[in-house]
């Protein structure tokens, strides 16, 4: 009871004029409580007899001012209407990030003063979510290590943390973002708390990493095409999250510029909460070499290896990932979606290939694949299974092979080959 007649009052009281180039939306106010400010956003659509999520920011060293978010904006709050609450701490105070065992005096005032809006207003507890930039990030971090049951998700951008804080954020999904040329905040403050969470089997984090940028991404970080949904998707109600359901079906084909391009249908669907898409993981093999986006169905790359096989999967934004969609193999430059190739390449590591021409007399090629350094045999078996020809015994590299045959020595062979084999002796591969 207290702390409501307490939120009344500062908010009465207290309010900050505000000087900014863009105007602030009708139903956002500033107050403060002691030497922290800070700025809260009331739904247009408010309606007291329901509840609304809570979007906590904390801002970047010296931006202790009012700045508009599109939090705001009428197109987000229609989709996810929320609270948006500002705390702001001057510099002269203290950083939002303990980086010790304590909150900072700043953060303790910002949560003191968040639960006083929670117990005035109709926030839903299930769904409070923080997100910082630049020291803010860093605030994020450390809010999730210090507050670890508190808030349903959360973004950092630009930020970071320690490493053994990473047990207690493995709690709170969480999306990273971090310029790889960032000189204010290394890459390597986010990425030793990524490193550490993969190391521990966390798999409720994303780590999103922008080549090339430095210091100043919460602009490209606020292009991804998930900014505005992905966090208003989770609720620390949550019981029941299922994985994306819809099957991919992958093709596959080479471009002008002989690149690989893969692609697939788009398996988003708004009436079943599982196909709520995030991003695509494309496979090689079984090893991760990229993802896009949701708003994305195709992936073009060079060439890995003369011979490979790739897949896609579905991640939705509850981290549950799809059943891998059918396979498409490639071939010294050819591409296909056989699955009898396929499982050659998978399981025995090769692709044989229809000998050429066939019938023949009396010559034909031979051609074959192998993924990895193998000792090969090559065996020519007749209708009755006997061996009539051994055309290769050896040992050889990763590549494609052609072998031409003559069979004018070989009376007893109908000139139509039907029972090919290629032999790999595991034993003998590296």
């Known amino acids: 009871m207290n702390e409501r007649i307490f939120a009344c009052t500062i908010f009465i009281l207290s309010i900050v004029n505000i000087n900014h180039a863009q105007e602030a939306p009708d139903t956002y106010f500033e107050s403060s409580y002691g030497k922290l400010e800070y700025g809260f956003y009331i739904p247009e659509s408010y309606d007291s007899t329901r509840t609304y ?29 929320c609270f948006v609450f500002t705390p702001r701490t001057p510099v002269s105070w203290a950083d939002w990030s303990g980086w010790w065992d304590q909150l900072t005096e700043p953060m303790i005032a910002a949560l003191h003063v968040m639960d006083s809006l929670i117990s005035v207003y109709p926030v839903d507890t299930s769904r409070i979510y923080v997100y910082g930039i630049s020291m803010g990030g860093e605030g994020t971090f450390d809010l999730l290590h210090k507050r670890p049951n508190k808030f349903a998700a959360a973004m950092s951008v630009c930020g970071g943390g320690q490493p053994f804080w990473a047990e207690n954020i493995s709690k709170t999904p969480f999306w990273m973002f971090h310029g790889s040329e960032d000189k204010i905040n290394p890459p390597k403050l986010t990425e030793q708390v990524y490193d550490e969470l993969v190391k521990i089997g966390a798999n409720k984090m994303r780590y999103k990493k922008y080549p090339g940028y430095g210091h100043e991404i919460w602009d490209v970080a606020a292009s991804e095409p998930s ?32 690149k690989i391009r893969l692609s697939w249908n788009d398996i ?85 290939h229809q000998n050429y021409p066939n019938p023949f007399n009396p010559k034909t090629k031979i051609s074959f694949s192998i993924s990895k350094k193998s000792f090969v045999t090559l065996s020519i078996y007749d209708m009755l299974g006997k061996v009539i020809a051994v055309v290769m015994n050896e040992e050889k590299y990763p590549g494609h092979y052609s072998i031409e045959l003559d069979f004018s020595n070989l009376s007893k062979c109908a000139y139509s080959l039907q029972p090919l084999l290629i032999k790999i002796n595991n034993g003998k591969t590296n």
């Open 53 to 81: 999520p809570l979007i906590m920011y904390l801002h970047g060293m010296g931006n202790n001012y009012f700045v508009y978010l599109d939090w705001y904006n009428s197109d987000v709050q229609t989709e996810n209407p």
């Open 268 to 352: 988003r669907n708004p009436n079943k909460r599982e196909n709520k898409i995030w991003y695509y993981k494309i496979y090689n093999k079984d090893s991760l070499i990229g993802s896009v986006e949701y708003d994305k169905t195709i992936y073009e790359f060079p060439a890995i290896s003369e011979i490979d096989t790739f897949k896609v999967s579905a991640v939705n934004y509850h981290f549950k990932e799809s059943d891998k969609s059918n396979f498409v193999y490639y071939d010294n430059g050819s591409i296909g979606t056989g699955v009898h190739d396929f499982l050659k390449v998978e399981r025995l590591n090769y692709i044989l």
């Open 227 to 258: 900014w505005h949904d992905w966090m208003f998707a989770h609720s620390k109600d949550d019981t029941l999250l299922l994985k994306p359901s819809t099957p991919i079906e992958l093709a596959g084909s080479i471009t002008e510029n002989d």
